[in-house]
């Protein structure tokens, strides 16, 4: 009866304690601790201590990969140069490197230097493009896609010679431009048939645009209507897209996740929104969930854990403690938060090994390898803009290599856990 009672005692000890807001595990309740180790890949600065040092590369942001088995490269966007920078490995051992395909410059508004955000791959036939080569002009499908924040969408294609080389533009080539309208293009998303390309506009008319398979615009009969915005429709100081991806999630349903960033109003024209500015701060960020013709499907509660949110990834089911979760970075405080996709709700922040918050200043793009040629599986790649973006970063995450099978306490509420399990151990 002793150790009954005892045993009672902890059950409502766990109880209580649950109800005093220690973080929710959710997925996370595996023997894997919330451990990651971060490694820096590439940067400009030697102080990263990266394993690729490049000058030039500054205010990293999109990243984005052929699926598995199909080759190619990491396409990362550097903001602050105006060029795509492209990498093969960092997989099954074999270190990060190029090949002859190295940069790809990105072009904004009437040729000049684009400040490109994200980029897609596409797997379709659609948005053909014809690019001027040496051996050659070059018609085909854009294999892939950038945004730029100073309001130009742009493709890129190659072409296979007989030998088994290729024919490779050194630049993109514009087929949007909507500079003159105000639009600042932070995100791009693709679907997986290729008739759907969406940009997320942080510019002066925020929200989503669409595009067919042809670059015709279409948003006008495609939703996204913003479920934060207020009850008199959007104002200066609301929730507005920061980004758009699509992924599949948890049920196997390809859909559009839409991060929202706060707007700013204009200081020097009340009432009109501050293109391109974000007011980032704790909680200053949303999550919602689209089908992939604009109907809201649901939002996600972020228990007040998003400050700018930008990226997003599914993490596969070897990432440790949030294996299987959906993982959010925030360009406000450079943390990555894991949602729960059962309950649609944040759990926690990934953590480094002495229990912080991992912080990646300036963080947006993230990603996971493709175990083929590009990144290992379970690896979570990411994309960040130190020092007010003015430095650049591609790195990884990994599971801390840590063989112990003792799920970690967290703070107080683990320690009075543990200690409660050994007063019913001694009473036994």
Not at 113 to 128: C, D, E, M, Y
Not at 191 to 216: C, E, K, M, S, W
Not at 343 to 354: E, G, H, K, N, W
Request: proline share 7%.
């Amino acid at each position: 009866m002793k150790i009954q009672g005892y045993r009672t005692a902890l059950l409502l000890a766990v109880s209580s304690l649950l109800a005093l807001g220690v973080p929710e595990r959710g997925l996370a309740t595996s023997l894997s601790p919330n451990s990651y180790v971060q490694t820096n890949l590439v940067a400009n600065k030697s102080e990263y201590n990266p394993l690729i040092l490049d000058p030039t590369f500054v205010n990293a942001w999109g990243i984005a990969i052929r699926p598995a088995g199909l080759g190619g490269h990491f396409w990362v966007t550097g903001n602050g140069s105006g060029i795509s920078y492209e990498y093969v490995g960092d997989v099954n051992g074999v270190p990060l490197y190029q090949d002859d395909l190295q940069i790809v410059t990105v072009p904004g508004p009437n040729g000049t230097k684009g400040t490109p955000t994200g980029v897609v791959f596409n797997g379709s036939n659609n948005f053909a493009i014809t690019q001027n080569h040496p051996n050659g002009a070059i018609t085909g499908p854009s294999k892939f896609l950038f945004a730029t924040d100073n309001g130009v969408i742009s493709g890129w294609t190659e072409r296979k010679n007989p030998d088994g080389t290729f024919d490779r533009p050194s630049e993109a080539l514009a087929v949007i431009d909507r500079s003159s309208q105000g639009s600042q293009y932070f995100g791009l998303g693709i679907t997986t048939l290729g008739d759907r390309l969406y940009a997320a506009d942080f510019g002066i008319n925020p929200g989503i645009q669409v595009f067919d398979g042809a670059f015709n615009d279409i948003t006008i009969s495609s939703g996204f209507t913003n479920p934060f915005a207020g009850a008199d429709g959007f104002n200066p100081g609301d929730f507005t897209p920061f980004n758009i991806q699509t992924l599949t999630n948890s049920g196997g349903l390809e859909t559009a996740f839409v991060p929202y960033a706060k707007s700013q109003e204009d200081p020097n024209n009340p009432g009109q929104v501050l293109a391109g500015e974000e007011e980032s701060g704790p909680g200053n960020g949303r999550l919602a969930e689209f089908d992939l013709a604009g109907n809201l499907i649901r939002t996600w509660d972020d228990r007040g854990l998003l400050n700018s949110p930008w990226g997003v990834a599914f993490a596969p089911s070897n990432f440790g403690a949030f294996s299987n979760t959906l993982l959010v970075s925030n360009f406000g405080d450079g943390t990555i938060v894991a949602f729960d996709p059962n309950t649609y709700r944040a759990i926690d922040y990934l953590r480094d090994p002495s229990g912080q918050p991992i912080s990646i200043p300036g963080i947006w793009g993230l990603l996971f390898g493709n175990g083929a040629s590009l990144g290992d599986a379970d690896s979570l790649y990411f994309a960040a803009g130190p020092e007010d973006e003015e430095d650049g970063v591609f790195g990884r995450l990994r599971v801390t290599d840590n063989t112990a099978t003792v799920p970690e306490p967290s703070g107080i509420a683990g320690i009075a856990l543990v200690g409660l399990w050994g007063i019913c151990r001694l009473k036994r």
